[in-house]
């Protein structure tokens, strides 16, 4: 269409956020500079979730195109509004929001606000250009902003410990992505250099390579997303940034990743086949197991955070993969429940993780402190923190009746459907994939027991947790407004599901059935004959018993109470020390399933009889994946830089040569390729 003024509008946002950066450089270590920068940032961010919203809303099959005469000379800038990049843009755009509304008040306690004020903005805009373009060439010029603007936001305590390597590992792993994603779309441009997207779409993959471009864009957006094993840069630099960064980092940033691999695998890739289902569900089954395993592991409440990322990527991609096996086989309407949970529960980790990341900030806020060793009792003095916090650790739990359940209730609902499919791989494989995804969602469940039990109850293991306080009140309603679409997301998964809807259509070519038709907002994504789901009548349920529970302890219970301390097994030394601590919770699972994935060790020092010192247990829990693949990996480029080390010392004669064999052998290449 030649009228695009929605895409318009979406684009003057980018360019409106692109100034924000400017304008906070000169500002930057102003103390107010955060007013301007974040508001201006909440105020952009908030236009574009609507005009996303809208055209989701209105259900339409149109899309807006445009071309700018920048980029490739020859095909200039393509930018593309449809119904998917829409779904995705309020998923950016809401976090955009709250994270702006979050650094309004966590932005005063920020050390350097110089570093941070100008690569916040640029990184939304970024996020928001990668969804509108629509030709390779503008694709990874928006995915390199995304990545050096949130690179630079990583760095910006870089004089502490750990966090320059969190930055270095980052941006080579970016750095990978990129290059293979520039390697697929190579492909699939082909001889002829058709870069824009609707070229691709209408030509499809190469024959024969359809598996080579799927393989690469596995690995370039995984690399972002944080698959397994192109997760190691998530749990560093997660840690290393400012925890609103980090909030858009793991609930927004990741999603970027699954909108490039969906563009590609379900869009532009060409005819779907059923096998590539299966690389698809293997890695994301891993990934979510044994992300949910490192989170347990750790100690680091922002590491716990960062790994329960990973596992929820991988739940995500197992979504994918099922959708990519039902649509090899013709199945469109198991097709579309399996992308419609996929993408649910892309909003919903986008909520939750958000929100949990706050909760993290608030506390490092308030005491300094990320070891949860370190923490306790915080209940007391942070309780609506605390509240909040217990909302979100719920609802990434996979409990209802909250939206995490109701998602990944979905997605067992299109596991349910695979004895369907006629391929004997996928119906061994789907079963033993959903038996993975149980797995995970029973790990996670302990991990925020730990997570939520150790941080915020018992008794503080520390000074700065005994004299936290709650934080101000701009941090306390960006996490309440997130910690209410939690539940209004798990309450009435229905109008989710009919809004997600259009992006579904667009890339299955079929959604399903309207919902909200369902009496009392039930949602049947199959058949009711097979299974439904009410997530109004299970909260009205929950309400009501924890209602008449109360009534019961506090009305009909004796009259006589009485404060005493909390028994401790009839020992009267009252040292924190006695409590239980976060790794003696993961303890026993810790051995029974950190020995083959995380080749655990514990060794224990008793002193001799006699000596009063204290015995000590030393655990030891390596990260197979950075010891067997990584570090060979760097020993290799260290070898091959140190050996090629003299082609800096070449004459020019050399050097020409050079040049001219790498000339006759990419014509070679392109030769053989027309």
């Known amino acids: 269409m030649t009228n695009w003024a929605p895409l318009d509008v ?28 974040y508001g201006a940032s909440l105020l952009i961010s908030g236009v574009a979730c609507a005009y996303g919203l809208m055209h989701l809303i209105a259900q339409s099959s149109v899309a807006w195109e445009t071309v ?26 809401l976090g955009g929001v709250a994270a702006s509304l979050y ?18 903005p640029m990184f939304l805009a970024g996020m928001n250009l990668v969804l509108l373009a629509a030709d390779a060439f503008t694709f990874l010029l928006s995915w390199e902003s995304m990545s050096l603007a949130s690179w630079a936001l990583v760095m910006t ?22 290059l293979a994603l520039l390697l697929a779309f190579g492909l699939m441009a082909g001889p002829d250099g058709g870069y824009a997207f609707a070229t691709m779409r209408a030509d499809g993959a190469p024959s024969g390579l359809a598996g080579l471009v799927l393989g690469l864009a596995l690995l370039g957006t995984g690399s972002k997303a944080g698959l397994v094993p192109l997760h190691v840069w998530l749990p560093l630099a997660h840690p290393a940034a400012p925890s609103h960064v980090s909030a858009l980092m793991s609930g927004v940033m990741t999603k970027v990743a699954i909108y490039g691999f969906i563009r590609l695998a379900f869009d532009l890739l060409g005819p779907i086949s059923w096998w590539w289902a299966v690389p698809v569900l293997i890695v994301g089954a891993v990934t979510a197991v ?72 608030a506390v490092l806020t308030a005491t300094g402190e990320r070891a949860m060793e370190n923490l306790g009792g915080l209940l007391n003095r942070m309780p609506t923190t605390g ?43 789907i079963p033993a994939v959903g038996a993975m995804l149980a797995l995970a969602a029973a790990l996670a469940a302990a991990c925020f027991v730990r997570a939520f039990g150790i941080s915020f109850l018992g008794r503080p293991r520390s000074a700065a947790a005994s004299n936290a306080h709650e934080v101000d009140r701009i941090s306390i309603a960006a996490m309440s407004i997130l910690a209410v679409l939690c539940l209004l997301a798990g309450i009435f998964p229905a109008i989710i599901i009919d809004a997600v809807a259009p992006a579904v259509q667009t890339i299955i070519g079929t959604r399903m059935p309207v919902q909200t038709d369902i009496a009392w907002l039930s949602i049947v994504p199959i058949a009711e004959s097979r299974s439904s789901y009410n997530g109004l009548l299970v909260f009205i349920f929950i309400a009501a018993s924890a209602s008449l ?31 239980y601590t976060a790794d003696s919770f993961a303890q026993p699972l810790r051995r029974v ?68 064999g790498e000339l006759i052998i990419l014509l070679l290449i392109l030769a053989s390729w027309t």
């Open 10 to 37: 979406l684009l003057w946002c980018i360019l409106a956020h692109l100034v924000t950066s400017g304008v906070a450089i000169p500002i930057g270590r102003v103390s107010w500079a955060r007013w301007p920068v």
């Open 68 to 93: 700018l005469p920048l980029g490739l000379p020859w095909i200039g800038a393509h930018f593309r509004l449809d119904a998917l990049s829409a779904f995705f843009l309020v998923v950016i755009n």
């Open 103 to 120: 650094g309004l008040g966590y932005g005063r306690h920020e050390s350097a606000p110089e570093r941070v004020l100008p690569f916040f």
């Open 157 to 178: 305590h870089h004089q502490e410990e750990g966090n320059r390597k969190a930055g270095y590992v980052y941006i080579a792993m970016a750095s990978f992505g990129t």
């Open 290 to 361: 044994l992300g949910v395993l490192s989170a347990l592991m750790q100690n680091d409440i922002k590491r716990v955070l960062a790994y329960s990322t990973i596992e929820n990527i991988g739940l995500i991609f197992v979504a994918l993969g099922l959708a990519l096996a039902f649509q090899g086989n013709g199945m469109t309407a198991a097709a579309a429940v399996a992308v419609t949970a996929a993408l649910f529960h892309v909003l919903n980790h986008s909520l939750f993780k958000s929100l949990l990341f706050f909760g993290a900030g």
């Open 387 to 429: 509240l909040l916090f217990l909302v979100g650790s719920v609802a990434i739990s996979a409990l209802p009746p909250l939206n995490g359940f109701a998602s990944e209730w979905l997605m067992l609902q299109a596991i349910l459907l695979s004895p369907e499919l006629p391929q004997w791989a996928l119906k061994l494989l």
């Open 549 to 579: 529970a109360v009534f019961a302890i506090h009305w009909l219970a004796s009259a006589k109470l009485r404060r005493a301390p909390a028994w401790d097994c009839g020992f009267p030394d009252g040292s924190p020390a006695t409590q």
């Open 593 to 660: 399933l950190g020995g083959f994935a995380f080749r655990v060790h514990e060794e224990i020092h008793v002193p001799l009889p006699g000596n009063g010192s204290p015995a000590r247990l030393i655990v030891t829990v390596h990260d197979l994946i950075w010891e067997w693949l990584y570090e060979p990996l760097i020993r290799l480029v260290n070898v091959l830089a140190e050996r090629l080390n003299h082609l800096q010392f070449l004459t020019i004669r050399r050097y020409l040569s050079l040049v001219f």
